[in-house]
Structures are given as structure tokens and as C-alpha cells.
């Protein structure tokens, strides 16, 4: 301890310090290769104190997804203080960025997997409304969309969730040319 400096205890709720586990562990391993005992052993808790927090492994799941989802929203939250393309932009790299740091769960989620019961699926289709609000209200500039670029949009989330996955897997592009492609392919959309 440094002299005349007190040590500084943060304490971090149980539950957020397992869901930061949780963040970890599924980043770097799926669902399947994931125990109760690895994140008991990981959050230095017993298994009995991890399932008074959550009954099973995939409720424990389900929240460590939510948590994961806010986050997601949260680093690719559109600058108004940019322009249209440059915003697009920007949360592009944010979001290949947060999806590139938890690779192997994106994947697994997106896959099915786990991510096929109803509440995976109720979280991963929150997230794709939510993009699809703040292209429309912050990426168009025209005042209008018509419904073919509606249909549009929603299919250019879906590709872009696409392009990641073959990303991940093969790495045959940098993220600058990732991102260049969405928004190009973005481009294509709004002309429909």
C-alpha cells in the first residue's frame, strides 16, 4: 500500500460481478463448453450460492445475453453530432468492434444454438428493431422511406449481421473493409 494513500474497496453487487463473469466466459467459449462449475469456479462462489441467483445455466444465460445486448446498444449508440454517413459509420466500427471482442458467442447466438429458445430470440430481435429505429430516424435523410426500403433496411441489418459471422470465421478482410462494405451495401438499400 502507498504511504499515506488508503486502499479503496469497490464493492461490485454479486450479481453484476457475475454477469461480468458471465461476459467473459461465453465470450471466449459457446454455451455448451461452459459449466456450472467453470463460472462458479471463475466467480470464486459455490454452486449452490450461483444457482440462489439463478436457478439454472440458462437463466444465468439469459441475463449475461441481456446484459450483452445493452451493451452492444449502448457502444454503437449513434453521434448526432455527426453527419448521416459518418455516424453510420462510426457505429458500424463500434459494433464489428464489440462483436469481434465476443466472437465466439455472437456466433453461437446468431447460429441457433441457444440463441434458438424464445427468449435468445425474443433479445436478438430487440436488438434488430432497435437498429432498425435509429437508421431510420438517424442514418436517412430523406424525410420518407417508402415500404421497399423499410423491407430494405431490416434486410441490410440481417446481412450485416451476416458479413460478421463469415468475418469472424475467416479474417480474409480487415475491419476497415468490413465496414466499408456495409456501407456501401447500406447505399445500395436506400437507393430501392
Known amino acids: 500500500m502507498v504511504e499515506g494513500k488508503e486502499r479503496i474497496r469497490v464493492h461490485i453487487p454479486r450479481r453484476q460481478r457475475l454477469i461480468a463473469v458471465g461476459m467473459d466466459l461465453f465470450s471466449h467459449s459457446s454455451y455448451e463448453e461452459v459449466s456450472i462449475d467453470d463460472i462458479a469456479e471463475v466467480a470464486g462462489i459455490s454452486k449452490g ?47 464489428f468492434s464489440y462483436v469481434e471482442r465476443h466472437a465466439k458467442a455472437y456466433v453461437a447466438l446468431l447460429r441457433g444454438g441457444v440463441g434458438a429458445d ?57 475491419q476497415e473493409e468490413l465496414c466499408r462494405l456495409a456501407l456501401e451495401t447500406f447505399n445500395i438499400v436506400l437507393r430501392g
Not at 50 to 62: E, I, M
Not at 143 to 169: D, K, N, R
Open 118 to 174: 424464445a427468449e435468445m430470440a425474443a433479445i436478438v430481435d430487440a436488438v434488430r428493431r432497435t437498429y432498425v429505429e435509429r437508421i431510420i430516424q438517424y442514418f436517412t435523410t430523406e424525410a420518407t422511406l417508402s415500404p421497399m426500403q423499410h423491407i430494405a433496411i431490416h434486410g441490410w441489418v440481417g446481412f450485416v449481421e451476416t458479413i460478421c459471422i463469415a468475418w469472424l470465421e475467416h479474417r480474409e478482410c480487415s
Open 49 to 95: 450460492l450461483l444457482y440462489y441467483y439463478y436457478p439454472t445455466k440458462h437463466d444465468f444465460y439469459v441475463a449475461v445475453v441481456q446484459h450483452a445486448a445493452q451493451q452492444l446498444l449502448e457502444e454503437t449508440e449513434p453521434d448526432p453530432q455527426l453527419a448521416p454517413f459518418e455516424r453510420l459509420r462510426t457505429s458500424l466500427n463500434g459494433y
